[in-house]
């Protein structure tokens, strides 16, 4: 699987689903969840007072240095984050970030 897989252009944005794993060890990219069709994030912090989302929110600024938000989602693992930007520009910072 690749980012396409799991992401869609919108205008000067992309949507991204992803699946997070609250409480893990370390935070990053882990892969994909083929049969949901999500990439896997992993984050340390636990899903309790929005904190996931924040770290969620805040790992894809890092990597992508654009403007991120959970915009579906919020209480659940599965999430779309909408990620603004140049779509091709920001689905190759997360291809170096999955490798």
């Known amino acids: 699987m690749r980012v396409t897989d799991v992401s869609r252009a ?3 944005s ?3 689903d992803i699946l ?6 370390r935070s990053g990219l882990e892969g ?5 069709k ?9 899903p309790l007072d ?13 990597v992508t240095g654009c403007r991120s938000k ?7 693992h599965q999430k779309t984050v909408t990620i603004e930007g140049d779509p ?6 997360l291809e170096k970030a999955l490798q």
């Open 10 to 12: 919108k205008g000067d």
């Open 14 to 16: 992309l949507e991204l």
């Open 20 to 25: 997070v794993s609250p409480r893990s060890n």
């Open 32 to 36: 994909f969840d083929e049969w949901r």
């Open 38 to 46: 999500r990439a896997i994030l992993r984050v340390k912090s636990p």
């Open 50 to 62: 929005g904190r996931a989302n924040k770290e969620v929110e805040s790992y894809f600024k890092e």
């Open 70 to 76: 959970v915009t579906a989602g919020m209480t659940s």
């Open 88 to 93: 091709s520009a920001i689905i190759e910072s």
